[in-house]
């Protein structure tokens, strides 16, 4: 067996010695061992394009391609030099057949082979995929900057919808593309009119910055199935997107504000907004669950601009609320204690609501 060559710690290309690990390199070195021939040394020092195709002759020979029947009836050792030497096109289309794009998406690996061997047929597959969904996914590769298992992770869990250049360059991780989808099939439920193209073209804007305002912002535009409670005499909830914009020029823009979460919040049907019929006053409520029931209760009352209401009217309020099965929770304290110590003395917030309780 030909020994194996020390190196400096610089090639004459630059390049620091790096020497290949993961899955290829006990590949390597049954393949040194078996045709006495170096080769982790010269790959330790290769270019990126090298490296890569080389990684991929190897994923080969790990999956069911096998060997290219010209190296057959060949000595090992030859088949070695000739992965160190041949034009990597050359050796990507033994190895794989002339699949369109593969040698260049091969290139744009880098010096690191993809997670597995399988993920180079993986890559194969998308490439050579005829079908509408496959074309736009093989699109995507060829246009990305660098290809990686990430990548091919992203391109098959996303909706053929969202397979556009644009969108899938800014999705990093394969959880963010599984949050998309899910954030995706929820907007799709709370907007009738609003459509897979629709959410891609905002998505390759910018969108993927923050999916929180994203969603809040396709909801104050398009959000109709925003409330699943009726209304009755005393109440009219809030349901679409144009009810939120109305509301919030008399009771406060944060209703209709992105960041604010709160048409986010109904959709998800975590809380409810309605208006009060008899007065202008917007009511908040929030379902909650004890474990074992789930109940509305009122978290606020909100005049026009942000005006308090007089006590009287939020204490009528909260007992035709309380006549409809909504609660009007709130911290209250022993018998006997006198409202004004507890209301000076206890760390609790807000304490003005003690006595609202104290006198229901």
């Known amino acids: 067996m030909t020994p194996r060559h020390e190196f400096a710690c610089h090639s004459d290309n630059g ?21 006495g021939r170096c080769l982790i040394s010269p790959l ?30 060949l000595p090992l050792e030859w088949f070695v030099e000739w992965l ?47 079908d509408p969904r496959g074309r736009r996914q093989a699109q995507c590769l060829l246009q990305a900057d660098s290809v990686s298992s990430t990548l091919l992770r992203i391109l098959d869990r996303l909706r053929t919808s969202y397979l556009r250049p644009g969108v899938v360059r800014a999705i990093r991780t394969p959880e963010v593309a599984d949050r998309v ?4 099939d929820f907007l799709l439920q709370s907007c009738r009119r609003l459509t897979e193209d629709d959410l891609a073209r905002s998505l390759e804007e910018g ?60 959709a998800l049907g975590v809380a409810a907004y309605a208006e009060w019929k008899h007065v ?7 379902r909650m669950n ?37 609660l009007s929770l709130a911290v209250t304290h022993r018998p006997g204690v006198a409202f004004e110590v507890v209301e000076r003395f206890a760390h609790v917030e807000p304490a003005s609501v003690l006595r609202v309780c104290e006198a229901a």
């Open 15 to 35: 390049l620091r010695p790096d020497v290949p690990g993961g899955w290829v390199l006990p590949v390597l070195v049954r393949l040194e061992a078996t045709s």
């Open 44 to 73: 330790a020092l290769a270019g990126a394009e090298r490296r890569s195709t080389v990684f991929a002759a190897l994923a080969a020979l790990e999956s069911d391609h096998g060997m290219p029947p010209a190296f057959a009836d």
């Open 84 to 130: 160190l030497s041949a034009e990597p096109a050359a050796i990507v289309t033994a190895f794989y057949d002339d699949v369109p794009g593969l040698a260049s998406a091969i290139a744009r690996i880098g010096r690191d082979p993809l997670r597995a061997p399988a993920d180079y047929s993986l890559l194969v597959a998308l490439l050579s995929d005829e």
């Open 181 to 184: 989808e899910q954030i995706t």
């Open 207 to 266: 969108a993927l910055f923050n999916l929180h305002d994203w969603a809040s912002h396709m909801l104050l535009w398009n959000g109709d199935e925003l409330c699943d409670l009726p209304d009755d005499e005393d109440l009219r909830f809030l349901r679409s997107a144009r009810e939120f914009g109305r509301i919030s020029e008399r009771y406060g823009s944060d209703l209709a504000r992105d960041s604010s979460g709160k048409i986010l919040n109904a």
């Open 280 to 286: 202008p006053v917007l009511v908040e409520l929030v």
């Open 290 to 326: 004890d474990g074992a029931d789930t109940v509305w209760v009122c978290q606020d009352l909100h005049g026009p601009d942000g005006a308090q209401l007089s006590s009287r009217l939020e204490q009528d309020i909260r007992a035709a609320l309380r006549r409809r099965g909504i």
